[in-house]
T-cell receptor, first 113, second 114 residues
Framework: EAQVTQNPRYLITVTGKKLTVTCSQNMNHEYMSWYRQDPGLGLRQIYY???????DKGDVPEGYKVSRKEKRNFPLILESPSPNQTSLYFC????????????FGPGTRLTVT | AQSVTQLGSHVSVSEGALVLLRCNYS??????LFWYVQYPNQGLQLLLK??????LVKGINGFEAEFKKSETSFHLTKPSAHMSDAAEYFC????????????FGAGTILRVKS
């Protein structure tokens, strides 16, 4: 089954404790992206990747890091989480070119206390 | 900056009534347009998409949307609301003018009253 998976689905942590949210896709898509969803703001792009070792900032990259060492994986790293990073996070992938339809993971709900 | 506007953060309809969720975009060229639905505590599911073919697009669960270039709109409709339609709906756009991003509207929460 074609899908995007994220882990963990739920995470509660404390300020300053480094964490990683994993994302994996099995559709051989070139592009991957991370979004955060906040009430009244919709989804905003954090980072995206066009291919292995190629990443770029989205609209709200501050406080986040990403890496793309393999085509299928695109982990999101919070080096020093803060309470304003409490949010619902989605990973997405898409083929690119003339195909703009993105496929989303199930989401990761992060709470930073 | 290119943007997407969804009019009405909350819409309430009675079961069986017409559903109309509004979406307007800003772009000088027709973009690719999408509607996604998010049921409570779930991820995003694609309802339908416009990719420069027919201007009236039919999606899943009886929803459809019409691309109107002159109005820069892509409103979502369903003739008869069902209780199971209660969810949050997001309009999104992409294309050359949006770079490699899918730009989302703020979302509209649909409530269906019995």
């Amino acid at each position: 089954e074609a899908q995007v998976t994220q882990n963990p689905r739920y995470l509660i942590t404390v300020t300053g404790k480094k964490l990683t949210v994993t994302c994996s896709q099995n559709m051989n898509h070139e592009y991957m992206s991370w979004y955060r969803q906040d009430p009244g703001l919709g989804l905003r792009q954090i980072y995206y990747s066009m291919n292995v070792e190629v990443t770029d900032k989205g609209d709200v990259p501050e406080g986040y890091k990403v890496s793309r060492k393999e085509k299928r994986n695109f982990p999101l790293i919070l080096e020093s989480p803060s309470p304003n990073q409490t949010s619902l996070y989605f990973c997405a992938s898409w083929q690119g070119g003339s195909s703009y339809e993105q496929y989303f993971g199930p989401g990761t709900r992060l709470t930073v206390t | 900056a290119q943007s997407v506007t969804q009019l009405g953060s909350h819409v309430s309809v009675s079961e069986g009534a017409l559903v109309l969720l509004r979406c307007n975009y800003s772009s000088s060229v027709p973009p690719y347009l999408f509607w996604y639905v998010q049921y409570p505590n779930q991820g995003l599911q694609l309802l339908l998409k416009y990719t420069s073919a027919a201007t009236l697009v039919k999606g899943i669960n009886g929803f459809e949307a019409e691309f109107k270039k002159s109005e820069t709109s892509f409103h979502l409709t369903k003739p008869s609301a069902h209780m199971s339609d209660a969810a949050e709906y997001f309009c999104a756009v992409s294309g050359v003018e949006y770079g490699n991003k899918l730009v989302f509207g703020a979302g509209t929460i649909l409530r269906v009253k019995s």
